[in-house]
């Protein structure tokens, strides 16, 4: 699997994760919805890091 794969397999999951967040919102316990919330939005900031660095090395 090249590098770029796994970047989108993460992009995807992230993305599923948040829709399941917020679709779900009313019927997750609290507890549980902010760590879903915290591990969604780490997600997200490693999914962005990773796209800029690819896009950065793609040239090379």
Known sequence: MDNTTNI???IVLTLLLG??????KDSIP???K?????AAAVMLLLA???TVYTLFTMGS
């Open 34 to 38: 902010r760590g879903l919330a915290t």
């Open 19 to 24: 829709g399941v967040i917020v679709f779900y």
């Open 48 to 50: 962005f890091i990773l």
């Open 30 to 32: 609290q507890k549980l």
């Open 8 to 10: 989108a397999a993460l």
